[in-house]
């Protein structure tokens, strides 16, 4: 006697999928860098640059005509001090690359992340005082930073600094200023994770003392991701973003239960960097390791993936 249910009957049928990975859930991070005129490679990312913003013009024309159509902005600015006064300058390096893309990219969505640690000279998220992050002194600055980043013509600001009312304080001023349509999206639950070692590099962005243990989340714990996400929506997040996000599929899938804001995950520069590396060595199929995983995180309940291999994967997609 056969059991009356056969699993494998099925088992092959595209018909039945679940999660379906496409190009249109994909945001490809962009570093833009002032200090260079083509573009460069990324030492712990290989395959990724820099780019300056002419250059970057022709990377998202590639990235958009295999259907990406969002793109995550970092700056690397010449110039930085105490305050990370330059990630508000209207002429500033992100400022001029928002515009520039705007102008030549109609329909694609310019998401900017919002923070200091490119633009201090310390490299930490927020203002200094004897050795500390200060929170709400911090939220004066991310508020002008918001403002000059939608003035330029961002569609999303994107707080990744993970201090306190900072998604309150970003939507008042957006407001003030003029700005309701400007959306937000939280870096809400956001882990001090050894994950973000090669992005430090990229973006020139590493702390020169100490770590940031003061403001990201400590990885052992998954129900405080639940608060922090909480508090970012009752403040008027858009869009809540966990990260990183291939050791965190757990905290993906909790706030996915919990809550009905679109959700995004970062795939970070770590995840990148070891999966490349055990690519290159011959050790895992490259390309569908990727696709397994980023299925992986859109399965666990992420909506949106941030992903350095946005291109490549988009590339594998429409084969
Ligand atoms: C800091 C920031 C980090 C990343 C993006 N913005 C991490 C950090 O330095 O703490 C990490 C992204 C990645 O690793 O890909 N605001
Ligand atoms: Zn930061």
């Given amino acids: 006697m056969y059991p009356a249910v056969r699993m494998r009957r099925l088992r092959t049928l595209k018909l039945i999928q679940e999660t379906r990975l496409s190009a249109d859930d994909l945001i490809l991070p962009l570093f833009i860098d002032e200090n260079i005129a083509d573009k460069a490679p990324i030492e ?11 250059r970057a013009l022709k990377e998202v024309s590639e990235a958009h005509s295999l259907g990406i159509k969002s793109v995550l902005l970092f700056g690397i600015p010449t110039r930085k001090d105490e305050t990370g006064s330059e990630a508000f300058n209207k ?28 633009y201090t000279t310390h490299g930490h998220c927020g203002l200094i005082e004897d050795g500390t ?40 001023s957006l407001d003030q200023h003029g700005f309701a349509d400007t959306a937000i999206m ?17 973006a020139d962005s590493g702390f020169k003392f100490g770590d940031r243990s003061g403001y990201q989340m400590d ?25 990183p996000a291939i050791f965190y599929l757990d905290i993906i899938a909790k706030v996915r239960a919990r809550f009905d804001v679109p959700l995004a995950a970062y795939n970070v520069s ?4 070891m999966l490349k590396a055990a690519a290159e060595s011959g050790y895992l199929n490259g390309e569908e390791t990727l696709i397994e995983c980023l299925t992986a995180i ?4 992420a909506d949106l993936i941030i992903t350095y291999s946005a291109k490549e ?6 084969r």
């Fill in 44 to 54: 712990s990312m290989p395959g990724q640059y820099r780019f300056s913003i002419e």
């Fill in 91 to 118: 002429e500033g390096v992100i400022q001029r690359a928002v515009r520039a893309l705007k102008k030549e990219f109609k329909d694609l969505v310019v998401i900017t992340d919002l923070c200091l640690c490119e």
């Fill in 133 to 172: 992050v200060l929170n709400d002194p911090t939220l004066t600055i991310l508020e002008k930073v918001a403002v000059s980043q939608a003035e330029a013509g961002a569609d999303i600001v994107a707080p990744s600094g993970m201090m306190d009312g900072m998604v309150k304080a970003i939507r008042h």
């Fill in 186 to 202: 939280s870096y809400a639950a956001k882990y001090n994770s050894a994950l973000y070692g090669p992005f430090r590099d990229a």
């Fill in 219 to 243: 990885f052992h714990n998954a129900r405080e991701a639940l608060r922090e996400v909480e508090l970012d929506i009752s403040e008027g997040a858009d869009i809540v973003m966990v990260k």
């Fill in 270 to 273: 770590g995840e990148y960097a």
């Fill in 298 to 301: 859109k399965r666990a309940g």
């Fill in 313 to 318: 994967a988009a590339a594998i997609l429409i």
